[in-house]
Each structure stands twice: as C-alpha cells, then as structure tokens.
C-alpha cells in the first residue's frame, strides 16, 4: 500500500535568498530577514520583483559578488583595495569616476586572469582533440588486424 505524502516547499534561510537575489541581506525588509523563503516565494520574487526589491538592486547598498562585478574585478581584488562593506550604486561610481590606482591595477589583473583561462581552455580543447585523434588511428589500426 502506497501513503500519500503531503508535497512540503522547498525554504532557504534568508541569507541564501538574499544571494540568490543578488541583494545585501542587512538593506532587506525586516520580514524578509527574519523569516524563511519557499521556492515559490523566491520565484515570485525573481518574476515580479517589488518596489523595495528592483530599488535594492538598483541604488543598493549592493553585496560585494555585485560591488566586484560593477567595478569589473574580483571580490579578492575588493579587498585587497580595502573596501570591505556593501556600498550604494553612487559609491561605486564614485570609485569608478576617481578610477583609483589600486582599481586600475585589479582591472588589469582581472584582463590577465580571463586571458589565461581562455589559453587553458584552448590548450584543453587541443588536448582533447589529439586525445580522440589519437583514439580513432588506434580503433582504426585494430579493425585492420
């Protein structure tokens, strides 16, 4: 015999909601903070974002995931140029009128870093296609005997 068992929603703390929204937890509603989220409500949420959620992710203050993409840099490189808080969309475009020395630098470095990953990944591919080639030529050489 079979039970029927109630289908429970899936929840996530607010913390995790937060960071699938793309939002600074502390900047939320309280009751959003302190209670838990259902996937439906996350969902909806995302579909049909409210006033304070679109006016949260557009003046922030925005989490450093965010902060460190507007800038073009890694969260790494946030902290090495010492900012270590959330900041508002007005904050990080002063940081990027002033175009700080240290900005300049993870900017640079961050060019480097995608460069070298596309050069793996090609050297990857390459890898793998010599791999199969050579794969083939052998399968071909057994059929021959």
């Known amino acids: 015999m079979t039970s029927l068992k109630q289908k429970t929603s899936q929840t996530m703390k607010p913390a995790t ?6 939002i600074y937890l502390d900047a939320a509603p309280s009751d959003f903070q302190e209670g838990v989220v259902s996937r439906e409500e996350l969902n909806a949420l995302q579909a049909e974002p409210p006033q304070w ?9 925005h989490p450093r995931p965010v902060v460190a993409a ?3 840099i890694s969260i790494s490189g946030l902290a090495r140029g010492g900012v270590t808080e959330a900041l508002t969309t007005e904050q990080i475009e002063a940081i990027k009128a002033e175009n700080p020395l240290w900005l300049q630098h993870e900017r640079a470095n961050q060019v480097d870093v995608r460069k070298e ?5 090609e ?17 071909k050489a057994a059929q021959a005997r």
């Open 53 to 61: 959620l679109q006016d949260l992710r557009k003046n922030g203050p």
């Open 123 to 139: 050297k990857h591919e390459k890898e793998a296609a010599a791999q199969a080639a050579q794969a083939a030529k052998e399968a």
């Open 17 to 22: 909601a937060a960071k699938k929204l793309g």
């Open 117 to 121: 990953a596309v050069r793996i990944k």
């Open 70 to 72: 507007k800038l073009g």
